[in-house]
Each structure stands twice: as C-alpha cells, then as structure tokens.
C-alpha cells in the first residue's frame, strides 16, 4: 500500500515514523519551521535507510500554523493514487491504532478522520461535540458547562479534497478548517483506546514517556532492557542496541537511552530521557531530567528536578543542577 504522512509541530519521534511504517506508510513529509533544520538531518536520514521509507522535508519561511504546512507541502501529498493522508502532531504520544484508523475511514465514507481521547476535565480543553454515530458536530472551545468529554487528539486522517479548502497562509486546522467540514457532515471522529499524552512541556513529556514504557511492558516486554552482569535495571528501561553502559550502574526505573550513548561505571538514571550521543560519566546521576543530543554530564554530577540540557551542553564533573520550582532549560552559549 503507497501511504503518505505528513507531520506538523516536528520534535519527530522515532515511535512515530516506526507507527506509520507498521500502517503501510511509505513516505513521510516532515513540516518544519525556519529554525535549525540541520538538527533533524541526520536522524531522517538514518531512518530513511533502517525503515526503507522516503522522507522529506517541507521547510516554512514564516509561521503557517496547522494548516498552513500542508498548502506548503500540497504538490508532495497529491498524487495519481488520490488515497488519504495521515496527519500527526508530533507533540503527543500515544498507541497509534492507525491500520484501524484507515478503517474508520473508509466505513464512514468521511472527508476527514480525527482521533479523539477522553479527559477527565473537558474544560481545558478544545472539545469535540459528536453525535452517535461518530459524526463531528462542532467544537467548542474550553466549554464552562459540560458538552462532552473527548477533546482532538493531534492525529487525524484526511482525504486529498481537504487541501483545496486550505489557502497558502497562517492557518489553524482545528478552528478554521474542521468547524466546515464538520458543517457539511463530512467530518467524522474516533475515540484513541489507551494512553495519551500532550508532550509539548518536559514535565509531560516525561510523563508520556513512562506510560508508553508501561505500555511496552504489556504488549512488547522484549523491547526493553534488563539487569545484566553487575548492572540493576529496575523497572521499565528501554536502550538503544548501540548504547555501552558500564558496570555497576542502576538504572530505572522509567529511562529511555538513544543511540551512540555511553554511560560510564556505577552511574544512577531515574524517571530519566539520555538523548542520541550523550556522556554520563562516572558515579553521575540524572533523575526526572532530560539530556539533550551529543551533551556530557560529569563525573559525580547531578542532573535532577525536570531539568532539560540542550544539544551540545556539558556538565562540569561535581556539578549540580536541578529546579524544583520550574524547568529549567540549558543550552550551549
């Protein structure tokens, strides 16, 4: 099957690009903005080669919003195949049903899919309005009095006639483009069964991180790590084949290690993201943080409290750094 996908809001996940290669996509157009294009080259190009799917990028010169990019990318999603198109927020983590969301689809005859999930309190959010049959009836915006429960859960599913209804300009999907198609009944919703999570803020993006390992645990346990030799993984790990971790370390629980990564002897992760390429050198300790690309923490560092290094930053041997009150975010000068 020749499927296309687009992404918008790109802080790209490889869970993503490996969801749209299990549904039959085969090329993906990843929508970035004006801003440091070169940090996503590599890993796409990677990817290109382990997955056997071509990836592009469609760059904007100023704010388009979340329509905008796919008038941008309009000659790269049309093709003789007239098939649908996959659209994903690339700020959210989820199971990605997508096979049965091509499904949904074609039973509903719809212009354009979305998946929707259920919250606990609709009143932060945008919420959809469906009727039974799973017919989007309108939206409203974080409602003072109860409409319903389901809100847009950044993944949706549209036919190639929703390009004609978005003009070359800063858009918004969600409050310009769906509120017509769902006036012309063509506009159709499905509820996301399991987990989800908006992962724009690191606090929740470490958040969504535990619960897709969770998920790991129940449906492919084998994807993640465990103790080995004089090492201790508690809990749910999950590292890259190329990862090298030293002896006596304890790791977990709750940590995901990229590719390339070296963490020295008796070093202590927790509740912990250690992005492609990162250092941790000995009797370090990073917990509730995330360490950005091709960064170093030293030796009997610490990294805590939902602190986030950026790519290329390193932490001095003894140093400490953590935030209690908010994140804080350090890049390189």
């Given amino acids: 099957m020749r499927q296309k ?22 090329e993906v157009v990843l929508a970035i903005n004006h801003q440091q294009p070169e940090v996503m080259l590599n ?9 056997d799917m071509k990836i592009t990028f469609s760059q904007e010169t100023e704010p388009l919003g979340t329509a905008g990019p796919l008038a941008l990318a309009r000659d790269k999603l049309i093709d003789e195949s007239g098939k649908p198109f996959f659209v994903l927020n690339s700020d959210v983590i ?3 049903p997508l096979l049965e969301m091509i499904q949904f ?9 979305i998946m929707v999930t259920k919250v606990d309190d609709p009143s932060k959010y945008g919420v959809v309005v469906m ?15 109860f409409v319903g429960d389901k809100i847009n859960a950044g993944i949706y599913l549209l036919n190639p006639s929703v390009l004609d209804r978005i003009e070359l300009r800063r858009t918004s999907i969600e409050k310009e483009i769906f509120p017509k198609i769902a006036s012309e009944k063509k506009l159709y919703a499905m509820v996301l069964p399991g987990f989800w999570m908006d992962i724009g803020q690191p606090k929740d993006y470490l958040t969504g991180q535990r619960m897709y390992l969770n998920y790991l645990r129940k449906n492919a346990p084998g994807k ?18 190329t990862a090298v971790i030293g002896e006596r370390c304890l790791i977990g629980p709750d940590v995901v290690i990229g590719a390339g990564c070296v963490i020295e002897s008796g070093v202590r992760l927790f509740g912990c993201t250690v992005m492609r390429g ?14 950005g690309w091709d960064s170093t923490v030293g030796s009997w560092a610490r990294v805590a409290d939902i602190t986030v290094l950026g ?6 041997d003894a140093e400490v750094i953590q935030m209690s009150a908010k994140p804080e975010i350090i890049q390189k000068v």
């Fill in 311 to 316: 790519k290329d930053v390193h932490v001095a």
């Fill in 94 to 96: 989820c199971e990605y």
């Fill in 105 to 113: 689809h074609k039973n509903h005859g719809a212009e354009a899919s």
């Fill in 278 to 291: 990162v250092r941790i050198k000995e009797h370090a300790c990073v917990s509730d943080s995330i360490v």
């Fill in 224 to 241: 993640l790590l465990v103790s080995s030799g004089d090492d201790v993984v508690i809990g749910n790990v999950m590292a890259d084949e």
């Fill in 43 to 51: 890993f796409v190009k990677e990817y290109e080669k382990k997955l």
């Fill in 131 to 145: 009727e039974e049959e799973a017919r989007v009836e309108s939206f409203v915006e974080k409602p003072i009095h």
């Fill in 5 to 26: 996908s687009v992404w918008t809001h790109p802080d790209c996940t490889e869970t993503e690009i490996e969801a749209l290669k299990a549904a039959g996509v085969t």
